[in-house]
């Protein structure tokens, strides 16, 4: 069974540091590409980022790009978002999602429960 | 870039059939066969029900059907049952190397 388990995400100040993680299990994780989706309150859902199966290649959202930063770990079988200067309408929560293949998560067929990102003074 | 546009909300009795549009450009929805849908109850994880704009997933039921033409996707569901009940989310593959999601339809099973 595919298990993607988030955590790291909390509340953090404006201008703020965050780094989540997600955690892959029931699958051969380094065959995969990876994506980050969120939804903020009462929103709907936003494709974030997502990365190829190798780590090559990395692909951002424009209101994202700059600011954080998705890697992966394959032996950990682990996957990161990285995310700097935070602002407000950051604060959502943050899925991370398994696409078809692994050069592509165009489809995303699994995600995770999602965890929450609260960016306030 | 704007979100895919889809009605905010659709309804029906159990055993009508409705169907959710999703409109975007010829740079995202009308360029490419990558439209997906997602249902989603709120809490918990989003689930995939159409890939490429008509295949269903091993597990989804038959009741689910998808389309494109031109710029506009629709996702159908037939026999609506009260477990139907959610948010359904379109995505696009876009021109700019990236996903967009719609706005969102909540359906309500009347």
């Known amino acids: 069974e595919v298990q993607l388990l988030e955590s790291g995400g909390g509340l953090v100040q404006p201008g703020g540091s965050l780094r989540l993680s997600c955690a892959a299990s029931?699958?051969?994780?380094?065959?995969?590409?990876m994506t980050w989706v969120r939804q903020g309150p009462g929103k709907g859902l936003e494709w974030v980022s997502a990365?190829?199966?190798?780590?090559?290649?990395?692909f951002y959202a424009d209101s994202v790009k700059g600011r954080f930063t998705i890697s992966r770990d394959n032996s950990k079988n682990t996957l990161y978002l990285q995310m700097n200067s935070l602002r407000d309408d950051d604060t959502a929560v943050y899925f991370c999602?398994?696409?078809?293949?692994?050069?592509?998560?165009?489809?995303?067929?699994?995600w995770g429960q999602g965890t929450l990102v609260t960016v306030s003074s | 870039q704007s979100a895919l546009t889809q009605p905010a909300s659709v309804s029906g009795s159990p055993g009508q059939s409705i169907t959710i549009s999703c409109t975007g450009t010829?740079?995202?929805?009308?360029?490419?066969?990558?439209v997906s849908w997602y249902q989603h109850h709120p809490g918990k994880a989003p689930k995939l029900m159409i890939y490429?704009?008509?295949n269903r997933p091993s597990g989804v039921s038959n009741r689910f059907s998808g389309s494109k033409s031109g710029n506009t996707a629709s996702l159908t569901i037939s026999g609506l049952q009260a477990e139907d009940e959610a948010d359904y989310y379109c995505?696009?593959?876009?021109?700019?190397?990236?996903?967009?999601f719609g706005g969102g339809t909540k359906v309500t099973v009347l």
């Open positions: 999602a398994r696409g078809r293949n692994a050069m592509s998560s165009v489809t995303i067929d699994n």
């Open positions: 029931g699958f051969p994780f380094s065959a995969y590409a």
């Open positions: 990365i190829i199966d190798s780590g090559g290649a990395t």
């Open positions: 010829s740079s995202d929805v009308g360029g490419y066969k990558y």
């Open positions: 490429e704009v008509s």
């Open positions: 995505s696009s593959y876009t021109s700019s190397t990236t996903v967009l």
